[in-house]
Each structure stands twice: as structure tokens, then as C-alpha cells.
């Protein structure tokens, strides 16, 4: 069965600063789909980023950019320049090629100070 | 503004009555997605319906009951719960199998 750990509880990072949210993800599947996942207080999940696995070329989406390494199972979120907005709960996810079920992992609360 | 409406907000039910969520999207997505989340913890899935069919039931108690009604609608009937089953619950649609899923803004359901 595929598993999603995110191993960080908590981050902080300064207003303006960088940083980065760690996924890793076991399974054995060659076509799968990873994302990440912004869950603000206001409660909707909204979509980051995507990766395809078969795509070498590590997905940006504006600020945000991951650092996918298909070998290590490593999914990583950057967040360049942060913002206040940014504060929320990030979940890191998976998706089998295969199937319709959307994996995730336990999530990293991102506080922003200014 | 959300493309996935979910209705009520909020809903605060005894464990006798009968209720129902409701969720709709006018973005042509094939498959469309029940979730039910606790405080701090990530959604889980209940159920998946993919071209109005019921694609994925995870052992969900019977006292949830899903409908798709037609391809833009998802229902969920709930009836007898517990107070345990008092979180939020999401609904999310997808065009297809690798994109990613559209989330609703979710019903925060109380059971007293």
C-alpha cells in the first residue's frame, strides 16, 4: 500500500524568507501523480502544485516550486519570498495512475511572521 | 469564489434526525468526492463516484449513504449518527485521473 509522511509538524518561516516542506512517499507504482495542498483556516483545500512522475522537470508554480527526486520518494514544496497568506496547513499528496483514491499525508502547519 | 458549492456551512443535528449534504459543480469533471476531515488531521476519503456510478466505498458506516443524482450533484443522506461523526466534510470533483481534485469549502457538521 502507498504512504505519504510528511515529517514536519510545524514550520515557521519570516515574511519575505524561503522555505521548504518535506514529503516523502513509499510505493510501488512507476505512474503516479503527487500534489500539494494548501488548507488556509478558512478551510478549503486548494491546489499548489502538480507533479507527473514520469516528468523529470520539477513543477513551478510562481513562488512555489518542489524538488522531486523519483529515486529518494522525496516530494519537497519551496516557497520563495513568503507571505502572510501563506500561513495555512500543507498537505502533501498521492495519487496512483490507477485509481481515483487521493493518499495524504498527516500535514505541516506553516506560520508566516512578519 | 469556490467552483465546487457545498450547502449547508454549518449543520447541527441530533443523532435521531435525518439530513442531507449537498454538493454541486458545473465544471464537467467526471468524478466528484466525498471527505470527511477531523481538527488537525488530513481529509479521508469516504467515498468516489465516477460517472455517476459509485466507484470506491471505504467501509464507510451505513448510517452515511452517498447518491449521485446526476452528473453535476452529490448527495450525502445521513441518518443515525454518532457523535464521533461530528468533523468537516469535504466534496471534491477532478476532470481526470491524474489532475488534481477541486475541493469545496465544506459542511461543518455538529451531532448533539
Known amino acids: 500500500a502507498q504512504t505519504v509522511t510528511q515529517s514536519q509538524p510545524e514550520m515557521s518561516v519570516q515574511e519575505a524568507e524561503t522555505v521548504t516542506l518535506s514529503c516523502t512517499y513509499d510505493?510501488?507504482?512507476?505512474?503516479?501523480?503527487l500534489f500539494w495542498y494548501k488548507q488556509p483556516p478558512s478551510r478549503q483545500m486548494i491546489l499548489v502544485i502538480r507533479?507527473?512522475?514520469?516528468?523529470?522537470q520539477n513543477a513551478t508554480e510562481n513562488r512555489f516550486s518542489v524538488n522531486f527526486q523519483k529515486a529518494a520518494k522525496s516530494f519537497s514544496l519551496k516557497i520563495s519570498d513568503s507571505q502572510l497568506g501563506d500561513a495555512a496547513m500543507y498537505f502533501c499528496a498521492y495519487r496512483s495512475a490507477y485509481t481515483d483514491k487521493l493518499i495524504f499525508g498527516t500535514g505541516t502547519r506553516l506560520q508566516v511572521f512578519p | 469564489d469556490t467552483e465546487v458549492t457545498q450547502t449547508p456551512k454549518h449543520l447541527v443535528m441530533g443523532m435521531t434526525n435525518k439530513k442531507s449534504l449537498k454538493c454541486e459543480q458545473h465544471m464537467g469533471h467526471r468524478a466528484m468526492y466525498w471527505y470527511k476531515q477531523k481538527a488537525k488531521k488530513p481529509p479521508e476519503l469516504m467515498f468516489v463516484y465516477s460517472y455517476e456510478k459509485l466507484s470506491i466505498n471505504e467501509s464507510v458506516p451505513s448510517r452515511f449513504s452517498p447518491e449521485c443524482p446526476n452528473s453535476s450533484l452529490l448527495n450525502l443522506h445521513l441518518h443515525a449518527l454518532q457523535p464521533e461523526d461530528s468533523a468537516l466534510y469535504l466534496c471534491?470533483?477532478?476532470?481526470?485521473?491524474?489532475?488534481?481534485?477541486?475541493f469545496g469549502d465544506g459542511t461543518r457538521l455538529s451531532i448533539l
Open positions: 507533479q507527473e512522475a514520469y516528468k523529470q
Open positions: 471534491a470533483s477532478s476532470p481526470l485521473r491524474g489532475s488534481g481534485q477541486h
Open positions: 510505493t510501488s507504482e512507476s505512474d503516479y501523480y
